[in-house]
């Protein structure tokens, strides 16, 4: 079982970034935590980040084949990236939207997921926990 967990834009600045929405965890314990978690449910885990859309377009193509899940925070693209949204619809991979913070809770821009419809469903609210909650989520359709 294997999984690739992708980072959108600015998430490398988690730590430092609005620490009152984000929390001060850094992406790095977060990937620790995950790997951590990810040894303990027998998943095997690849974790990356990108600023630039075409990379993650791209790191979603090619997971095709390698992996049986994407668990994706795709941050800001998340409310703007139609080509995100293509890339995984293209390659049927199921995929687990997340989100730190609870977007449906913030400004009215971040309400609307335009990848959310080609995704398996959306965790979101739970900080840092919410990259865990769908290692979870993974582990136990594979039971
Ligand atoms: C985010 C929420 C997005 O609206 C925002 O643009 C981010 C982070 C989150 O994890 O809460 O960069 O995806």
Same mark, same amino acid.
Do not use: W
């Given at each position: ?24 965890? @850094?992406?790095?314990? +977060? ?6 978690? #990810?040894? %303990? =449910? ?35 693209? @998340?409310?703007?990236? +139609? ?6 619809? #293209?390659? %049927? =991979? ?50």
């Amino acid at each position: 079982m294997r999984v690739l967990v992708l980072n959108g834009p600015n998430l490398n600045l988690l730590g430092t970034r609005k620490p009152e929405i984000y929390g001060t965890t @850094t992406l790095a314990d +977060i990937e620790q935590m995950m790997r951590q978690r #990810a040894e %303990e =449910l027998g998943i095997e885990m690849d974790f990356m980040q990108s600023n630039y859309e075409g990379e993650l377009v791209e790191q979603i193509q090619k997971a095709k084949g390698r992996y049986q899940y994407l668990i994706l925070n795709a941050a800001a693209y @998340t409310h703007t990236s +139609i080509a995100i949204r293509d890339a995984i619809e #293209a390659v %049927e =991979l199921p995929t687990i939207e997340i989100h730190l913070s609870n977007i449906h809770a913030r400004e009215e821009f971040r309400h609307n997921s335009l990848i959310a419809p080609v995704c398996v469903g959306q965790i979101c609210g739970f900080g840092a926990k919410s990259y865990l909650l769908a290692l979870h989520y993974v582990a136990e359709m594979e039971k």
